[in-house]
């Protein structure tokens, strides 16, 4: 399988790196191309506005050296909902010609996403997450843990926990929180 470099990630920047050409994979290449300025460039740096592409370059980054770019994808959600990074728009493209703003938690998730798969020359069109079925974007899944109540009991815990992994959408759904199931429907997960 062809692979990219690791200092063409690690160093580089999609402002002047063009990772959409999958024929770039070194960086001696890169450097005799030249810098291919971003095409959005003043755009995006008159407003010091955030960009998809340096995001997804960053999850490619964490991807190549730790592995696994679902995780990656989960940990860029976490941070981007502490620093409000989900409040702004954020320019991406898909072929670095055409730009346009996006937002919405699903539509930056999806869009980091695919360009980390552009840089580490994956599928683009593929997806870790499903789409939602209300909005344009997508699902995640949340890992909770409910105390197994006994039903008619107030109160009354067997002990036990149910673990479940809960799918939602995070631009329609309020994140899954950790609760109580009774113990009559447990058969029913
Ligand atoms: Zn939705």
Not at 46 to 61: F, T
Not at 75 to 100: T, V
Not at 179 to 187: L, S
Request: aromatic share 10%.
């Amino acid at each position: 399988m062809t692979k990219r470099e690791l200092k063409l990630i690690e160093e580089g920047t999609p402002c002047v790196i063009n990772y959409f050409d999958r024929n770039l994979l070194t960086v001696s290449q890169a450097k005799e191309r030249g810098q291919d300025i971003c095409p959005n460039y003043s755009q995006c740096e008159k407003n010091q506005n955030m960009c998809a592409l340096q995001i997804g370059l960053e999850a490619a980054k964490y991807t190549m050296q730790k592995g696994n770019l679902k995780k990656q994808l989960y940990d860029f959600y976490d941070q981007a909902l502490n620093q409000g990074w989900f409040n702004e728009e954020l320019w991406d493209s898909i072929n670095r010609r055409d730009f346009k703003k996006i937002k919405g938690k699903g539509n930056i998730l999806r869009a980091v996403e695919g360009f980390a798969r552009i840089v580490l020359l994956k599928d683009p069109f593929e997806s870790f997450f499903p789409g939602c079925e209300r909005c344009e974007g997508i699902k995640l899944e949340k890992i909770v843990h409910n105390s197994v109540w006994v039903r008619g009991m107030r109160g009354a815990g067997t002990g036990e926990v149910k673990t479940q992994s809960i799918p939602y959408c995070p631009d329609c759904d309020p994140e899954p929180k950790n609760g109580i199931v009774y113990d009559d429907e447990i058969n029913l997960f």
